[in-house]
């Protein structure tokens, strides 16, 4: 056994699939600041991959739902956010190849690089075996949490959910400001706050797009919002 699949073999532990050619998943692992011969281009496969496994699962999981319903329960699964979550709970970040200036600044812990990586991963799967075994890697890492899913709850996004909540009370609707916003062109990160106003909620939510940023304000500001109501408390 060579260095690299040593290096690899508890990731492909966690993969559950093990590389014929390891320098694939190398390459997928490896960051445009560390070489020329990067994962940009795997990504690129491993989002076609991703996207069409996600959505083929949900469409067996949930036959009632329209096509509107099961996009917007893709979209939540298969934005950075998520993918950076999986990639956390696969230490992805320890087995990243990063130039020394992304080294320096965290970058094996930055959720727009780990979401690229693990795309790339999806990638290289499907060029060591082929595209089977690659949408049965991406269905075991995502099979607890397409199982997980209330389609009552989840069919709409956050901030749909969150001003129907409203408008169904006749209370105001939600403003978000931008707390922070950070990183190059290209890799930035936001920090958005959800405002209430008068019902003295505020939550905050982070991404790597205001608009997903915004999303998960306002789902912290729903958890808020539902645990006043449960306590009896009225709007003011």
Not at 29 to 38: D, E
Not at 153 to 174: I, S
Request: hydrophobic share 40%; net charge neutral.
């Amino acid at each position: 056994m060579n260095q690299v699949e040593t290096r690899f073999r508890r990731l492909s532990q966690a993969l559950d699939y093990a590389f014929q050619k390891p320098d694939l998943l190398r390459q997928a692992l490896t960051h445009r600041s560390y070489a020329a011969s990067n994962n940009e281009r795997f990504e690129f496969i491993g989002d076609s991959i991703l996207n069409y496994t996600v959505a083929r699962m949900l469409f067996d999981q949930f036959p009632r739902l329209s096509e509107g319903e099961l996009s917007r329960l893709r979209a939540n699964l298969v934005n950075q956010n998520t993918l950076a979550e999986i990639a956390h709970e696969l230490k992805l970040g320890e087995y990243l190849y990063l130039g020394e200036g992304e080294l320096k600044s965290g970058g094996f812990n930055r959720p727009s690089i780990l979401a690229d990586a693990l795309e790339a991963t999806f990638a290289a799967v499907s060029f060591d075996a082929d595209f089977q075994r690659a949408e049965q890697v991406v269905r075991r890492l995502y099979a607890g949490r397409v199982a997980a899913i209330d389609p009552t709850k989840h069919a709409k996004d956050a901030k749909t959910r969150l001003q129907e909540a409203l408008q169904a009370r006749k209370w105001p609707l939600p403003k978000y400001r931008i707390q922070t916003q950070s990183g190059e062109a290209h890799e930035q990160w936001f920090k958005v706050v959800c405002d209430l106003g008068e019902l003295m909620i505020e939550s905050s939510g982070e991404g790597g797009s205001r608009r997903a940023a915004e999303q998960q304000a306002a789902e912290a500001a729903l958890l808020l919002l539902e645990q006043k109501l449960a306590t009896g408390k009225k709007h003011p």
